[in-house]
């Protein structure tokens, strides 16, 4: 097994695989001039900030500052409604126009995660205080879709998404980016409102907390559950949501009904296709939990799905042993970047999906 003591020259070829699908205003969508969305984005902006590229983060994170709507949010695009071309290989940006833009709360929250990443890794104030108008704003948007049990609707409502419901995967990553905002607001004594922002967002954190753990029925419904897919079931522990004994619980409950021994994590039960992203936030959850014997073991499967120009491929179809669709996202090898990270302990960013 590989042990990787810096990113670099490791992961050269995957920085510039990311650099290249950057557009010149800074997005980095999923595919050359494809569709975008705020978390991807930033997944693949903190893997380039772990690999010392901070002209292409300012541009990151400059592109996010100048896009952000009066009400915190910002228009981002689904990746799940992404069409395949006739071959069923590469994605398609046909019919993906603006129409199909949502105010996703989680792609929003995001942004503190992204911010309180660059503190840890570059411990810049001066960033800190530049992001903060942006994160406040965020948070601000996402907390004020949260409903009184706690749960945060998904999205604001628009006409191309009128569905009034919560997301298990988008609730947890909203509690992780709590933290995070938490954590910024403690450094923000430039700010007179930052006390009274600390009270209001840890009564937010915690209520969503109690709805993800106590009140399962606020969420998925008015749609099909959603518990076939992986990132429902790890998601709970990788954020923080469960801790101890029960997020060890939570590992046990599904593990072989996701995981591929010597493939990696499905991204749907039902379906034979491991996906990348999905493997690397496993091994961070299982860093997260402790088990980092497993976590190694796992990300070691990861190498197979390096590709020669150093990206890594979405997924592989284990039935069929072909890797599909042809696509190597930026944000599926921000994912492998961030784990590769978390597990060996390279930058002092590397404690941000382990404390």
Not at 248 to 271: I, N, P, T
Request: charged share 25%; proline share 4%; aromatic share 12%.
């Amino acid at each position: 097994m590989k042990n990787i003591k810096t990113l670099s020259p490791y992961f050269d070829g995957t920085v510039e695989k990311i650099i290249s699908v950057q557009r010149d205003d800074g997005g980095i969508p999923w595919f050359k001039d494809g569709v975008l969305d705020p978390w991807n984005h930033l997944e693949a902006v903190m893997a380039l900030n772990l690999c010392g590229q901070q002209e292409n983060v300012k541009h990151g994170f400059d592109y996010l500052f100048n896009a952000q709507l009066d009400d915190g949010s910002w228009w981002g695009q689904l990746g799940s409604t992404v069409p395949l071309d006739d071959g069923q290989m590469h994605f398609s940006s046909e019919g993906m126009a603006a129409g199909n833009r949502t105010k996703d709360t989680n792609f929003a929250a995001y942004i503190a995660t992204a911010v309180w990443h660059d503190y840890l890794l570059n411990k810049n104030l001066d960033f800190v205080k530049t992001a903060w108008p942006y994160v406040k704003k965020a948070i601000g948007f996402s907390l004020s879709l949260q409903t009184e049990y706690g749960d945060i609707r998904w999205a604001a409502e628009t006409e191309s998404t009128p569905e009034d419901d919560a997301l298990v995967t988008g609730c947890c990553s909203i509690y992780k980016s709590l933290n995070s905002s938490l954590k910024l607001a403690e450094l923000a004594t430039f700010d007179a409102d930052a006390s009274q922002l600390i009270k209001e967002w840890t009564v937010g954190r915690d209520k969503l907390r109690d709805a993800l753990i106590n009140k399962p029925n606020r969420f998925d419904r008015n749609w099909q559950p959603k518990d076939n897919f992986s990132m429902d079931w790890y998601y709970p522990v990788l954020t923080g949501v469960l801790d101890g004994e029960a997020a060890q619980k939570r590992l046990d409950e599904k593990w072989d009904v996701f995981v591929v021994e010597g493939f990696g994590c499905k991204c749907v039960s039902e379906e034979p296709w491991v996906t990348v992203a999905e493997t690397a936030e496993l091994v961070m959850a299982l860093m997260k939990a402790g088990r980092d014997a497993k976590a190694k073991e796992i990300w070691s499967w990861l190498d197979k799905y390096r590709d020669g120009d150093g990206g890594y491929w979405m997924g592989y179809q284990t039935e069929q042993r072909m890797n599909w669709p042809l696509e190597k996202p930026p944000w599926t090898s921000g994912a492998v970047i961030l784990a590769t990270d978390t597990v060996f302990n390279i930058t002092p960013a590397s404690k941000l999906f382990r404390e």
